[in-house]
């Protein structure tokens, strides 16, 4: 037998170069494992953190916003024009709800009077936790939905606080207060206050999991910041009154419309100012568009011979002319382009100023304007507050209209009994009240204290301003002789007549300008301004049945009425 050779060992040396080498190269790929996530952590913490950051937060976070509470609108006495109640929205979270999106919009249109399209697009919004399905939803209706939607094995839908919009006086004032939408303000004091009424929204940012909260994740929260009352002139049991006294007298003269405006005569604050016909704030698409505006504001119209208080006080101011001045007032007078008419029939007859003003003369009135110095009468009007906005705090509001006085007598002659100029309720209201105040106009408000409106004005009683516009003694005279249009034995409106009270007023009747033909179309505007009592010119501003109040109506008429009536 060949002997066996021993195993040969290999240097020691040798072993020890192997292990260094499979060291090293360990080391290296480690090294290369750690450069790779060293890179990737370069790349979230310096390159771009707040992206991946953001997404990384987002996978298991939502935001939702906390509803600011919507400020009342009050009448002066604190009782609700429009304040909320309790409600409901309902919410979804796409990633729990699309998979049965689309039965579960059904169910969720049917119950909730939704579009399915609409609600089935919010039910799989890619990429969302959290969207809003329906707004200002009464509380019972929204949770009854849930609840049976839960019952049926639907999941990700919730409800939470959503006030809803009320209007408890239903159509009281309501063309002054105005209306919500789904999610905004759409019509008067509602969108013009709307930034004080509405306050600002907070925001909750939490963690979930599961579709559920997680008690002790991450949340923050911003606290909403509730909006401001706004508080108002108006008289709610007055303006309820003034309404239904006036749809009424539109029902029985078989007019189209009319306004109403009544006022404190200290203060210029605005007790009521109703319009017919009008509508309920809690169901406003159901009326018609031009039932919805404020017409005291917006409407200009021709006050006829309402402007005639303005005419002759301005005169009497000027000492042209005293209430007992006589005229000589023939039963036609011709002018430069047509001639000129009383609404009564007669020769020649002689009348004092104060019958002019309680016959209502056109011609005696124009007579008595020929001793103003050319532009004189406009001045006055200007003064009066005519052709110019109140900017109480309505939207809409028109200027309306006082000409520049043309060559000769043919556009001041038509001015001076109320035609050939515009103006609206309010205007009116606040001119005539200056004669009420003793000469003095009191610029009229709606706001009590002061708000800013959505362009930026500061409006209400707290930025009232008052000028002189004729004498004390020229608005007496005034006031005396616009109580004998009352007298049922020499005046044009007996009717207009309070039991107890003595009652100075103007009634007018003018042609109105058609928007078809741009011409008079035989339509009138009949209007009315006084105020009462007469014979109470120091009474306190506060307001009571004996304090002294203006008011302004008009009323669209399709036929001409008697200044009797």
């Known amino acids: 037998m060949r002997p066996t050779r021993p195993p040969q060992r290999r240097p020691r040396g040798s072993l020890r170069g192997s292990a260094r080498i499979r060291l090293r190269v360990g080391f290296l790929i480690i090294a290369m494992v750690l450069s790779v996530f060293a890179g990737r952590l370069v790349q979230l913490q310096g390159i771009d953190p707040n992206s991946y950051a953001a997404m990384a937060a987002a996978e298991g976070m939502v935001q939702v916003s906390l ?34 999106a689309p039965e579960l919009a059904k169910f969720l249109a049917t119950r909730l009077d939704l579009d399915y399209f609409s609600t089935l697009k919010l039910l799989r919004t890619s990429g969302s936790r959290f969207e809003y399905i329906a707004r200002r939803v009464p509380a019972t209706k929204a949770t ?34 105005g209306f919500m939408g789904t999610d905004a303000p759409l019509a008067g004091l509602e969108r013009t206050f709307q930034t004080q009424l509405a306050g600002h929204d907070g925001s909750s940012r939490y963690e ?11 949340s923050t929260i911003k606290p909403a910041v509730n909006g401001t009352d706004l508080h108002t002139t108006i008289d709610l049991d007055l303006q309820w009154y003034t309404q239904r006294v006036l749809s009424q007298t539109i029902e029985d003269s078989n007019a189209e419309s009319g306004m109403a405006v009544v006022m404190d005569t200290r203060t210029g604050e605005i007790l009521a100012d109703a319009d017919a016909p009008t509508f309920d704030a809690n169901h406003p698409l159901e009326a018609p568009d031009d039932a919805r505006g404020a017409r005291s504001l917006s409407d200009a119209y021709e006050p006829g011979s309402v402007e005639k208080v303005l005419t002759l006080s301005s005169l009497i101011n000027e000492g042209k002319v005293t209430p007992r001045t006589r005229l000589s007032v023939p039963g036609e007078l011709d002018r430069e382009d047509r001639p000129i008419h009383d609404w009564f029939p007669h020769g020649l007859i002689h009348l004092t100023l104060a019958g002019v003003i309680a016959k209502s003369s056109n011609i005696g009135t124009v007579l ?27 939207r809409g509001e028109s200027p309306a209209s006082c000409r520049p006085t043309a060559s000769g007598h043919q556009v001041q002659d038509r001015i001076a009994f109320g035609q050939s100029l515009s103006v609206n309720a309010v205007q009116m209201a606040a001119a005539v009240n200056t004669i009420a105040n003793g000469g003095v106009r009191v610029s009229p408000s709606l706001i009590e204290g002061s708000a800013t409106t959505d362009n930026g004005v500061t409006v209400g009683t707290d930025t009232t301003t008052t000028h002189r516009v004729v004498s004390e003694k020229a608005a007496r005279d005034m006031a005396h002789m616009m109580e004998r249009v009352i007298d049922p034995d020499v005046g044009v409106a007996p009717a207009a007549a309070v039991p107890g009270y003595r009652v100075a007023g103007k009634t007018g009747t003018a042609q109105r300008v058609g928007t078809a033909c741009g011409c008079y179309d035989g339509t009138f505007t009949v209007s009315f301004a006084g105020f009462a009592p007469a014979d109470n010119p120091a009474s306190p501003s506060t307001w009571s049945s004996r304090t002294p109040a203006t008011a302004a109506v008009a009323v669209r008429s399709r036929a001409r009425p008697s200044p009797r009536s």
Do not use: C, H, W
Not at 70 to 88: C, E, F, Q, T, W
Not at 93 to 98: E, F, G, I
Not at 208 to 218: A, D, T, Y
């Open 67 to 100: 509803q600011a509470e919507r400020g009342d609108i009050l009448d002066r006495n604190g009782k609700p024009l429009a304040d909320s109640v309790d409600g409901m929205m309902v919410v979804a979270d796409p990633l729990m709800t699309s998979d049965k």
């Open 144 to 177: 009854d939905a849930v609840d049976a939607a839960e019952r049926k094995g639907f999941t990700g839908i919730a409800t939470r606080p959503d006030p809803i919009r009320d209007y408890p006086a239903g159509d009281v004032a309501a063309n002054l207060v």
């Open 208 to 218: 979930v999991g599961g579709g559920n909260r997680i008690p002790l994740g991450e």
């Open 368 to 394: 008595a304007a020929d001793k103003f110095a050319p532009g004189q009468l406009r001045s006055y009007l200007t003064r009066f507050g005519l052709g110019q906005r109140t900017d109480i705090g309505v």
